[in-house]
């Protein structure tokens, strides 16, 4: 007899759905302008992937204290201050316009970031019920997809047509919505408890094979966040904002079912396709530029990033208790961070001294270790999907 099935969207889900969004429509707005806001301020390219390299290592720092923070039931307090961080710091770019200054807002909008989307997707996964477990972690996901649809093009055009006062307003206006909805948002109850810290309680360890091999893939995301568009702008390629939307809007497709195919398939097929997907984008990028290879590069990097980040974070988060679910979303968004960071901070060095076509084509070797990594660390955990399936633990 089939079981009914169980409810997956509610007035909460939808809620802190449209909060990450915003939240990440304020963080990608600004990220994939920020290399002309350094430029700007008489920055290099090398600047720029500093201060990507700053933003993230300091959200990855902050992201396990977080996450200890998070796992004493305290998830709505967490998540105000980093939404409250999220509206100050564009109006910060602005205040502090000299680059070492800018520079100390960025790291301060990073603490922002990793505030406000650890605390949304830890209250994600205290919503959306176990059986419908991926498939609404792919649904959550849909927040960032939307966002990347919109946000750099949106960024860019309010950049060069109306200036970064209001680029950076409009990423202000973002946030504070996202308060005003925070305010009626209702989450589960999670007892609150007194949890030691210690350092070794500040990551899970089961979270740990799906971080390792994002952290990787996501070197070579970083470099496309952080760099196709000041790439398109100097290849007349067309603009970036486009790249973004076709990317997006093929990340969104992906991701309405990646979910349910995690759920019922496990997620080795979105480790292998997703790297090799992403790895031909960049070849492409580096070794055929012309307006074809620009846009089939952008459907084949949203395919790639679409399937395979949601698949593994909710690989990262899905065995987790709630009272270690804080902790499992830290470690998975620290590797997340740290990936796009030093991917960015490595792509802006490679330009210094190779240009954007090579170090297009030298970043796609994290598509291989990424598969690597999930051959010899991911699959046979038990936090794999793939795994559970296999063992009948499903």
Request: aromatic fraction near 12%; hydrophobic fraction near 55%; include cysteine.
């Amino acid at each position: 007899m089939n079981q009914p099935k169980v409810k997956l969207w509610t007035k909460d889900f939808v809620l802190i759905i449209v909060i990450n969004f915003l939240v990440f429509l304020n963080h990608l707005m600004i990220l994939s302008t920020f290399p002309f806001y350094v430029e700007h301020l008489g920055g290099s390219e090398a600047a720029a992937g500093l201060a990507a390299a700053l933003f993230s290592i300091v959200a990855v720092f902050c992201r396990p204290v977080i996450g200890w923070m998070l796992d004493t039931g305290k998830r709505k307090a967490i998540l105000l201050i980093g939404l409250v961080g999220m509206a100050l710091m564009p109006v910060g770019y602005l205040a502090l316009s000299v680059l070492f200054l800018a520079f100390i807002a960025r790291m301060l909008h990073g603490a922002s970031l990793a505030f406000s989307n650890t605390s949304t997707a830890t209250i994600a996964t205290d919503i959306i019920p176990q059986p419908r477990f991926a498939e609404g972690m792919g649904m959550f996901g849909l927040a960032t997809a939307l966002a990347t649809a919109c946000a750099p093009a949106l960024g860019l055009t309010l950049m060069e047509r109306f200036g970064f006062t209001a680029l950076f307003a409009v990423g202000t206006g973002a946030a504070v919505l996202a308060l005003i909805l925070f305010a009626v948002l209702k989450t589960p109850a999670v007892p609150q408890q007194k949890k030691p810290f210690t350092v070794k309680g500040l990551l899970d360890r089961d979270a740990l094979p799906a971080s390792v091999t994002a952290l990787v893939f996501m070197f070579t995301y970083g470099a496309l966040e952080n760099f196709t568009a000041k790439y398109a702008a100097e290849a007349s390629l067309p603009s970036g904002g486009l790249f973004f939307t076709v990317m997006a809007l093929v990340l969104l497709l992906t991701r309405l079912t990646a979910g349910k195919v995690t759920d019922r398939k496990g997620e080795s097929i979105f480790a292998y396709t997703c790297n090799l997907a992403m790895l031909l984008s960049l070849l492409l990028l580096g070794l055929w530029p012309n307006r074809i290879t620009y846009f089939l590069a952008a459907a084949l990097a949203g395919y790639g990033f679409g399937g395979l980040e949601p698949a593994l974070q909710s690989m990262a988060v899905a065995i987790a208790p709630p009272e270690r679910r804080g902790s499992a979303n830290s470690t998975f968004l620290c590797a997340y961070d740290i990936g796009i960071g030093l991917g960015g901070g490595i792509a802006g060095s490679l330009i210094s001294t190779m240009g954007y076509e090579r170090m297009f084509i030298a970043m796609g070797v994290f598509n291989v270790l990424a598969i690597v990594s999930y051959v010899l660390f991911g699959r046979t955990h038990p936090s794999s999907f793939t795994y559970r399936k296999k063992h009948g633990l499903l």
